[in-house]
């Protein structure tokens, strides 16, 4: 954020948020940071701006990371932009800075416009389905999309989970042994719950990769599994046998609708702390920072695979120690997302992140291959971002090989402290402009285009050709 002396910050509506987010009163917060009560109250109703002195203060009195204080609120502007794209509403034309305003000055109530749209294009979407398979709607929005959102607000980060992955990581004491993961955590495993790790034939699994049989004491795993993702089967273990009632407490915490979103809550979490203990926050982000984002090298440091690493990456939001904040992405080749985490800003709305023109969906012609590029999303912002083929867990030869893709991304700013981003200009980059998906991008003209937008009428004559198969008239 700039906190320059020239420029007038009006964040009256994100400071309050902050101030309740604490539990604070105007009062309590205002000694905090040295000014008077009225004072605060003015800059919470935006009569007065925010000084740079101000913002030092907030920053030293609350350890508040000052982009996270310039961010709008939950629903972001992306978001409600996509949301009100649909022919739904047709004919509103709802102005970018009024969208900005409603963000900003009134970020509950957007965000309660949008899980009432998203819960609408939910009913929409399964009212459809029920025509065409003769099957019963459902109400709300399913249980992977609760989860992804109720993660998305918490930005990946998760400290409680981060501090107890590395008192057991620190228990498990690698680095006086000498041992690998696999091999303390498989003793702790045995010494502490009487459970022993066996791998299996592929053919007894059958389409588990790892199963616990709670009366014989044993984790199955299937030797398809490679040794990053065999290590990770552990740490999951390991984190449900020494910590289930604290996982359990946090995904009741957070009061899902139902048993089957609380579960698969519980599962997100578990993974979570899996993560913790095999990668530590201090050490990984310390290691991170001094190698310059360097995956492979954090893949050789701590024994993982490039997935778990630019997971990790996303959940780097400790006050006293951030990382750079990414932003993720998993398609396999049909394009569908079976991932999307983001730690800052993300560009991408709910079902955005489709356009043909981001490499993450070319990257299977190079599979195995990392390759670059710096975007531009219609809103102006630019971001670097990696993307490269993975390999299905445990597909074992039942499905292709690098099926699956990973796009990793940051915003330009940050990409200076990135290895891979030596070299580049960044001052005057060379940038490809993309969009949401097709049906909800208004940049013209596109060759790649693969549908016209849903509120825009087509422009097709007899007398031209455009690049573009679905050439649309302006707004």
Do not use: C
């Given at each position: 954020m700039d906190v320059s002396?020239?420029?007038?910050?009006?964040?009256?509506?994100?400071?309050?948020?902050?101030?309740?987010?604490?539990?604070?009163?105007?009062t309590a917060m205002a000694g905090d940071l040295g000014v008077s009560p009225s004072y605060l109250n003015h800059?919470?109703?935006?009569?007065?701006?925010?000084?740079?002195?101000?913002?030092?203060?907030?920053?030293?009195?609350?350890?508040?990371?000052?982009?996270?204080?310039?961010?709008?609120?939950?629903?972001?502007?992306?978001?409600?932009?996509?949301?009100?794209?649909d022919p739904l509403f047709q004919g509103l034309d709802v102005p970018r800075h009024e969208l900005l305003q409603l963000t900003d000055e009134a970020p509950a109530a957007a965000e309660a416009l949008l899980r009432l749209y998203r819960a609408f294009s939910d009913q929409r979407d399964r009212s459809r389905a029920a025509l065409i398979d003769g099957g019963q709607t459902g109400e709300g929005p399913s249980p992977a999309d609760w989860v992804r959102d109720h993660i998305q607000d918490r930005a990946n980060h998760f400290p409680e989970l981060d501090t107890l992955g590395e008192a057991l990581h620190a228990a498990l004491d690698?680095?006086?042994?000498?041992?690998g993961f696999e091999a303390l955590a498989r003793a702790r495993l045995q010494a502490r719950h009487n459970l022993s790790v066996r791998v299996m034939p592929a053919e007894v699994m059958v389409e588990?990769?790892?199963?616990?049989?709670?009366?014989?004491?044993r984790l199955l795993l299937s030797e398809t599994l490679d040794p990053s993702s065999r290590?990770?089967?552990?740490?999951?273990?390991?984190?449900?046998?020494?910590?289930?009632?604290?996982?359990?407490?946090?995904?009741?915490?957070?009061?899902?609708?139902?048993?089957?979103?609380?579960?698969?809550?519980?599962?997100?979490?578990?993974?979570?702390?899996?993560?913790?203990?095999l990668m530590p926050y201090a050490a990984f982000q310390r290691t991170a920072e001094a190698t310059g984002y360097d995956i492979a090298r954090l893949q050789t440091r701590f024994?993982?695979?490039?997935?778990?690493?630019?997971?990790?990456?996303?959940?780097?939001?400790?006050?006293?120690?951030?990382?750079?904040?990414?932003?993720?992405?998993?398609?396999?080749?049909?394009?569908?997302?079976?991932?999307?985490y983001a730690s800052g800003a993300f560009p991408f709305a709910r079902f955005g992140g489709a356009c043909p023109r981001w490499r993450l969906h070319s990257a299977f012609r190079t599979?195995?291959?990392?390759?670059?590029?710096?975007?531009?999303?219609?809103?102006?912002?630019?971001?670097?971002t990696l993307a490269r083929t993975v390999d299905r867990q445990g597909h074992g030869g039942h499905g292709e090989p690098h099926d699956l893709a990973i796009g990793l991304g940051c915003e330009l700013k940050d990409a200076a402290r990135l290895i891979y981003a030596r070299g580049l200009d960044l001052i005057a980059p060379e940038v490809t402009p993309i969009g949401p998906a097709c049906r909800l991008c208004h940049r013209h003209p596109c060759a790649e285009r693969a549908a016209p937008p849903v509120d825009r009428p087509l422009r097709v004559d007899d007398w031209s050709k455009s690049v573009s198969p679905y050439p649309f008239a302006a707004a």
């Open positions: 002396v020239d420029r007038k910050l009006f964040l009256g509506a994100r400071l309050k948020r902050l101030r309740r987010d604490r539990g604070l009163t105007q800059i919470e109703r935006n009569q007065r701006p925010v000084s740079a002195q101000l913002l030092l203060r907030l920053a030293d009195a609350y350890d508040v990371d000052l982009r996270q204080l310039g961010q709008s609120g939950a629903a972001g502007e992306a978001e409600l932009a996509e949301a009100l794209s690698p680095n006086q042994t000498g041992d588990w990769t790892r199963r616990f049989d709670p009366h014989r004491r290590a990770f089967a552990i740490a999951y273990q390991l984190a449900l046998s020494e910590h289930e009632a604290e996982l359990t407490a946090l995904a009741d915490a957070a009061r899902p609708p139902d048993e089957t979103t609380r579960a698969l809550l519980k599962v997100s979490l578990t993974n979570t702390l899996a993560a913790a203990i024994s993982v695979s490039f997935e778990q690493v630019a997971h990790r990456l996303t959940t780097l939001s400790r006050p006293t120690a951030r990382g750079v904040p990414f932003f993720l992405m998993r398609v396999d080749q049909a394009g569908n997302v079976s991932k999307r599979p195995g291959r990392l390759v670059t590029q710096i975007i531009e999303t219609p809103d102006g912002q630019r971001w670097f």
